[in-house]
């Protein structure tokens, strides 16, 4: 199993981008998937995450400005970050709960994308 993610790059203050991440591999299901970030010099933190569905949920600090949406059929899932700020700077990585057989459920990381907004 792989999640890729793509999207990341320079945005400036107010400005948007769009994240996606794909999963690919052999897998029987997907359930919750989400993103993280890490700012640098702190800690890895939880962003949003999506249910099959399709319930949301975000962290305080990116509520009414990141939209989390989920596409079932291509087993992706789109981060639309929209009124960024130079806080969110960080690189974004995507998460999957994943049924990979019967009875074996792991969680899967993408290999991060990096935002970075200039303010």
């Known amino acids: 199993v792989q999640l890729q993610a793509s999207g990341g790059g320079l945005a400036q203050s107010g400005g948007s981008l769009r994240l996606s991440c794909a999963v690919s591999?052999?897998?029987?299901?997907?359930?919750?998937m989400g993103w993280y970030r890490q700012a640098p010099g702190k800690e890895r933190e939880w962003v949003t995450s999506?249910?099959?569905?399709?319930?949301?949920y975000y962290a305080n600090s990116v509520k009414g400005r990141f939209t989390i949406s989920r596409d079932n059929a291509k087993n992706t899932i789109y981060l639309q970050m929209d009124s960024l700020e130079a806080e969110d700077t960080a690189v974004y990585y995507c998460?999957?709960?994943?049924?990979?057989?019967?009875?074996?459920?792991?969680?899967?990381w993408g290999q991060g994308t990096l935002v970075t907004v200039s303010s």
């Open positions: 591999g052999s897998f029987l299901s997907i359930d919750g």
């Open positions: 998460n999957a709960d994943i049924l990979k057989r019967q009875y074996v459920r792991r969680e899967y």
């Open positions: 999506i249910t099959p569905d399709h319930i949301t």
